[in-house]
Protein backbone atom coordinates (compact mmCIF):
# COMPACT_ATOMS: atom_id res chain seq x y z
CA UNK A 1 0.00 0.00 0.00
CA UNK A 2 2.99 2.68 0.91
CA UNK A 3 4.22 2.33 -2.73
CA UNK A 4 0.31 3.34 -3.94
CA UNK A 5 -0.19 5.84 -1.70
CA UNK A 6 3.45 6.92 -2.92
CA UNK A 7 2.43 7.47 -6.25
CA UNK A 8 -0.99 9.20 -5.92
CA UNK A 9 0.43 12.02 -3.41
CA UNK A 10 3.38 13.11 -6.52
CA UNK A 11 4.02 12.99 -10.28
CA UNK A 12 5.85 9.79 -11.79
CA UNK A 13 8.95 10.72 -13.61
CA UNK A 14 7.10 10.28 -16.83
CA UNK A 15 4.57 12.85 -16.47
CA UNK A 16 7.73 15.22 -14.63
CA UNK A 17 9.72 14.95 -18.13
CA UNK A 18 5.68 15.52 -19.89
CA UNK A 19 5.63 18.49 -17.91
CA UNK A 20 9.10 19.77 -18.44
CA UNK A 21 8.62 19.40 -22.20
CA UNK A 22 5.30 21.20 -22.31
CA UNK A 23 6.83 23.81 -19.90
CA UNK A 24 9.61 24.30 -22.63
CA UNK A 25 7.57 24.30 -25.87
CA UNK A 26 5.30 27.16 -24.33
CA UNK A 27 8.20 28.89 -23.57
CA UNK A 28 10.24 28.32 -26.44
CA UNK A 29 6.79 30.37 -28.21
CA UNK A 30 6.49 32.96 -26.08
CA UNK A 31 9.93 34.61 -25.59
CA UNK A 32 10.28 35.52 -29.35
CA UNK A 33 6.75 36.72 -28.71
CA UNK A 34 7.72 38.73 -26.04
CA UNK A 35 10.91 40.22 -27.98
CA UNK A 36 8.87 42.01 -30.52
CA UNK A 37 6.07 43.00 -28.57
CA UNK A 38 8.84 44.82 -26.32
CA UNK A 39 10.53 45.70 -29.72
CA UNK A 40 6.99 47.26 -31.09
CA UNK A 41 6.70 49.11 -28.21
CA UNK A 42 9.96 50.49 -28.43
CA UNK A 43 9.63 51.61 -31.73
CA UNK A 44 6.24 52.93 -31.53
CA UNK A 45 7.65 55.07 -28.43
CA UNK A 46 10.41 56.41 -30.45
CA UNK A 47 7.96 57.60 -33.19
CA UNK A 48 6.49 59.30 -30.91
CA UNK A 49 9.50 61.11 -29.44
CA UNK A 50 11.01 61.98 -32.53
CA UNK A 51 7.59 63.99 -33.94
CA UNK A 52 7.40 65.52 -30.34
CA UNK A 53 11.59 66.44 -31.09
CA UNK A 54 10.25 67.78 -34.97
CA UNK A 55 7.67 69.87 -33.08
CA UNK A 56 9.98 71.24 -30.42
CA UNK A 57 12.25 72.92 -32.72
CA UNK A 58 8.89 74.23 -35.05
CA UNK A 59 7.56 75.84 -32.20
CA UNK A 60 11.12 77.19 -31.17
CA UNK A 61 11.53 78.77 -34.95
CA UNK A 62 8.18 80.31 -34.33
CA UNK A 63 8.91 81.69 -31.38
CA UNK A 64 12.46 82.89 -32.70
CA UNK A 65 12.30 83.13 -35.69
CA UNK A 66 15.42 81.08 -36.72
CA UNK A 67 16.18 77.40 -35.62
CA UNK A 68 17.59 76.46 -32.81
CA UNK A 69 21.90 75.73 -31.98
CA UNK A 70 22.72 72.67 -34.36
CA UNK A 71 24.13 69.89 -32.66
CA UNK A 72 25.62 68.04 -35.59
CA UNK A 73 24.82 64.90 -34.68
CA UNK A 74 24.15 62.60 -31.31
CA UNK A 75 22.05 64.42 -28.52
CA UNK A 76 22.83 64.86 -24.82
CA UNK A 77 22.27 66.81 -22.31
CA UNK A 78 25.27 69.14 -22.50
CA UNK A 79 24.27 70.26 -25.73
CA UNK A 80 23.10 73.75 -26.06
CA UNK A 81 19.86 72.93 -27.72
CA UNK A 82 18.49 70.57 -25.22
CA UNK A 83 18.73 73.87 -22.91
CA UNK A 84 16.96 75.99 -25.48
CA UNK A 85 14.65 73.14 -26.39
CA UNK A 86 13.61 72.36 -22.55
CA UNK A 87 10.45 74.96 -22.13
CA UNK A 88 8.86 73.53 -25.13
CA UNK A 89 8.82 69.51 -23.82
CA UNK A 90 6.95 68.21 -21.10
CA UNK A 91 9.51 65.75 -20.64
CA UNK A 92 12.91 65.41 -22.51
CA UNK A 93 14.32 61.99 -23.87
CA UNK A 94 17.70 62.68 -25.72
CA UNK A 95 17.66 58.88 -26.32
CA UNK A 96 15.19 56.78 -28.32
CA UNK A 97 13.27 53.79 -26.17
CA UNK A 98 16.53 51.32 -26.92
CA UNK A 99 18.90 53.26 -25.49
CA UNK A 100 20.36 55.11 -28.19
CA UNK A 101 21.33 59.08 -28.63
CA UNK A 102 19.10 60.65 -30.91
CA UNK A 103 20.91 62.53 -33.47
CA UNK A 104 19.28 66.17 -35.23
CA UNK A 105 21.09 67.98 -37.86
CA UNK A 106 19.87 71.66 -38.70
CA UNK A 107 20.61 74.32 -41.38
CA UNK A 108 22.77 74.35 -44.11
CA UNK A 109 25.62 71.85 -44.21
CA UNK A 110 23.70 68.59 -43.70
CA UNK A 111 24.99 66.05 -45.51
CA UNK A 112 23.69 63.02 -44.06
CA UNK A 113 21.88 59.77 -45.51
CA UNK A 114 22.40 61.02 -49.11
CA UNK A 115 20.45 64.27 -47.79
CA UNK A 116 21.69 67.46 -48.83
CA UNK A 117 20.62 70.67 -47.07
CA UNK A 118 19.49 73.70 -49.07
CA UNK A 119 17.93 75.86 -47.10
CA UNK A 120 18.48 77.16 -43.56
CA UNK A 121 15.22 75.46 -42.20
CA UNK A 122 16.09 72.17 -43.03
CA UNK A 123 15.77 69.47 -40.34
CA UNK A 124 16.67 65.89 -39.65
CA UNK A 125 15.92 63.75 -36.83
CA UNK A 126 17.73 59.91 -36.58
CA UNK A 127 17.43 56.72 -34.40
CA UNK A 128 19.72 54.10 -35.35
CA UNK A 129 17.55 51.48 -34.05
CA UNK A 130 17.71 48.80 -31.84
CA UNK A 131 21.37 48.13 -31.51
CA UNK A 132 22.48 52.06 -32.32
CA UNK A 133 24.80 51.52 -35.42
CA UNK A 134 23.98 53.85 -38.36
CA UNK A 135 23.35 51.55 -41.00
CA UNK A 136 24.63 52.56 -44.76
CA UNK A 137 21.14 53.22 -46.20
CA UNK A 138 21.04 56.60 -48.61
CA UNK A 139 17.80 58.20 -49.33
CA UNK A 140 17.10 58.05 -53.66
CA UNK A 141 15.01 61.13 -54.72
CA UNK A 142 14.16 59.25 -57.64
CA UNK A 143 12.42 56.73 -55.55
CA UNK A 144 11.39 58.05 -52.40
CA UNK A 145 9.78 55.12 -51.17
CA UNK A 146 12.54 52.79 -51.06
CA UNK A 147 13.26 54.26 -47.69
CA UNK A 148 10.21 52.21 -46.22
CA UNK A 149 10.58 48.75 -45.19
CA UNK A 150 8.29 46.15 -43.63
CA UNK A 151 9.11 44.86 -39.78
CA UNK A 152 9.37 41.23 -40.99
CA UNK A 153 12.20 40.13 -38.44
CA UNK A 154 13.77 41.09 -35.08
CA UNK A 155 16.23 42.48 -37.47
CA UNK A 156 14.38 44.94 -39.06
CA UNK A 157 14.21 46.63 -35.90
CA UNK A 158 18.12 47.64 -36.15
CA UNK A 159 17.67 49.82 -39.38
CA UNK A 160 17.07 53.41 -38.60
CA UNK A 161 14.83 55.88 -38.60
CA UNK A 162 15.07 59.05 -40.31
CA UNK A 163 12.62 62.21 -40.53
CA UNK A 164 13.60 65.09 -42.76
CA UNK A 165 11.92 68.24 -43.02
CA UNK A 166 8.93 66.76 -40.69
CA UNK A 167 8.62 63.82 -43.09
CA UNK A 168 9.65 60.05 -42.76
CA UNK A 169 12.36 58.85 -45.20
CA UNK A 170 13.12 55.93 -43.66
CA UNK A 171 10.43 54.11 -41.54
CA UNK A 172 8.49 51.31 -41.56
CA UNK A 173 5.60 50.90 -43.18
CA UNK A 174 3.54 49.90 -40.39
CA UNK A 175 4.66 50.03 -37.33
CA UNK A 176 2.18 48.18 -35.58
Known amino acids: MPE ?13 LLLTAVLGL ?26 VWQEAIAAYK ?8 NPRGEITFGKKIVRELRPYF ?3 RTADWWGCHYGIWLGPGIHEYGLESSSAEDVLIVS ?3 RGVREAW ?9 GFFDLDTIEDFEKDLVVWNGRPVRWPKDPR
Open 138 to 146: RFDPDDPAA
Open 128 to 130: TGR
Open 4 to 16: AENRAAGLTVGRR
Open 62 to 69: ADHGALPS
Open 90 to 92: ARI
Open 26 to 51: VLALLVPLYRRVSHVSALRRTIADMR
